[in-house]
C-alpha cells in the first residue's frame, strides 16, 4: 500500500524560478516528515524535515510546507539552481517509529 | 571513507540463482536499513536492525529473502533463488541511533537484475 505518494513523476523549470514538489500521505499517525535527495548513482541524501508541530521549516532555499489537515507537504525551492536537478523522495513516519515510508519520487530539472 | 558502502554496485544473475549484497555502515551507527527501489516505486522498506535487538523483518517480500548484520556493523542481504520481479536497485541506510529523527545515510546501491 502506498501511505505516500508523489504524483508528479517529474516537474521541469526555468533556472532562477520557484519549484514546488508535492506529497500526500494517508497515514494520519504521521508525524515527521523529510525530503531526500538523490543523484544518478548515489544514495538519497537527507535534505530537509518537518514535524508535525510546525507547518513550515526552512533552510535556505529549501522550505517544507505542511498541511496536517490535507495530509499533504511541500517542498519549495526558490530560487532553482541547475544543480538542484535530481530526484527528490518525500518521507513520513511516526516520531517513535523506525521505518519510515517513502515516495516513489519526483525527477526534478532545472532548465539554465 | 565516513560513508556507507555496499558491493557490488552492480550483479546481474540468472533467475533461481541466490545472491547476496553487503553493505558497510557508518562506523559506530547502530541502526542499520535495507531499502529496495523497483522501478517507478518508492523505496519500499525491507529490514531493520538495531545494536543488538531483533530485527524488524516486516517488510521482507518472502521467505527467500533474509539478511544478517555480523558484529553490529557489516550487514548481508541474502536473496535466495532469485526471480526477475527481484530487480531493483537495493539501497542500504544506517543511522546514529535508529530514531525517526536520525539523518539516514544512504549508501550508492546494489542494482541487481535477475535475467
Known amino acids: 500500500d502506498q501511505q505516500v505518494k508523489q504524483n508528479s513523476p517529474s516537474l521541469s523549470v526555468q533556472e532562477g524560478r520557484i519549484s514546488i514538489l508535492n506529497c500526500d500521505y494517508t497515514?494520519?499517525?504521521?508525524?515527521?516528515f523529510l525530503w531526500y535527495k538523490k543523484y544518478p548513482a548515489e544514495g538519497p541524501t537527507f535534505l530537509i524535515s518537518?514535524?508535525?508541530?510546525?507547518d513550515k521549516n526552512e533552510d535556505g532555499r529549501f522550505t517544507v510546507f505542511l498541511n496536517k489537515s490535507a495530509k499533504h507537504l511541500s517542498l519549495h525551492i526558490v530560487p532553482s539552481q541547475p544543480g538542484d536537478s535530481a530526484v527528490y523522495f518525500c518521507?513520513?513516519?511516526?516520531?517513535?517509529?523506525?521505518?519510515?515510508?517513502f515516495g516513489a519520487g519526483t525527477r526534478l530539472t532545472v532548465k539554465p | 571513507g565516513a560513508g556507507v558502502s555496499q558491493s557490488p554496485s552492480n550483479k546481474v544473475t540468472e533467475k533461481g540463482k541466490d545472491v547476496e549484497l553487503r553493505c558497510d555502515p557508518i562506523?559506530?551507527?547502530?541502526?542499520l536499513y535495507w531499502y529496495r527501489q523497483s522501478l517507478g516505486q518508492g523505496l519500499e522498506f525491507l529490514i531493520y536492525?538495531?545494536?543488538?535487538?531483533?530485527?524488524?523483518k516486516s517488510g521482507l517480500p518472502s521467505d527467500r529473502f533474509s539478511a544478517e548484520r555480523t558484529g553490529g556493523s557489516v550487514s548481508t542481504l541474502t536473496i535466495q533463488r532469485t526471480q526477475q520481479e527481484d530487480s531493483a536497485v537495493y539501497l542500504c541506510?544506517?543511522?546514529?541511533?535508529?530514531?525517526?529523527?536520525?539523518?539516514?545515510?544512504f549508501g550508492p546501491g546494489t542494482r541487481l537484475t535477475v535475467l
Open positions: 518537518i514535524s508535525s508541530i510546525k
Open positions: 497515514n494520519s499517525m504521521f508525524d515527521y
Open positions: 562506523s559506530g551507527h547502530t541502526a
Open positions: 518521507a513520513a513516519g511516526g516520531l517513535r517509529d523506525n521505518d519510515m515510508r
Open positions: 541506510a544506517s543511522s546514529l541511533a535508529g530514531m525517526s529523527t536520525d539523518t539516514q545515510y
Open positions: 536492525f538495531q545494536g543488538n535487538s531483533a530485527p524488524d
